[in-house]
């Protein structure tokens, strides 16, 4: 079983920082894309930052040079700074993964993590 636990996160206010961590557990033979996505009220889940499958990031457009994602074998980072009340949202870590060789590669989601940004 593919376990996804985050920590981190909670009340910041504006102009602040928080971090986020999550660990993927269980069996696994090969992570390949690792990141956060966040989901604000009314709104649809959207990429905050990931890693490719080539070792390269992505970020959304509205926390480039903000954010940053960083990755230690089986966990992923995610530093905020600069936060701002817009980036009130649920966060949830994502891991793309084969279970063992030859297996498709399938999305796991980790439970979520209040984030919430005061004015």
């Known amino acids: 079983q593919v376990q996804l636990v985050e920590s981190g996160g909670g009340l910041a206010q504006s102009g602040g920082s928080l971090r986020l961590s999550c660990v993927v557990s269980?069996?696994?033979?090969?992570?390949?894309?690792m990141g956060w996505y966040r989901q604000a009220p009314g709104k649809q889940r959207e990429l905050v930052a990931a890693?490719?499958?080539?070792?390269r990031t992505n970020y959304g457009d509205s926390v480039k040079g903000r954010f940053g994602i960083g990755r230690a074998k089986t966990t992923v980072y995610l530093q905020m700074n600069s936060l701002k009340p817009e980036a009130t949202a649920v966060y949830y870590c994502?891991?793309?993964?084969?279970?063992?060789?030859?297996?498709?590669?399938?999305?796991?989601w980790g439970q979520g993590n209040q984030v919430t940004v005061s004015s």
């Open positions: 994502n891991a793309a993964l084969r279970k063992y060789s030859g297996d498709y590669i399938k999305d796991y």
């Open positions: 269980g069996s696994i033979f090969s992570i390949e894309t």
């Open positions: 890693f490719t499958g080539d070792g």
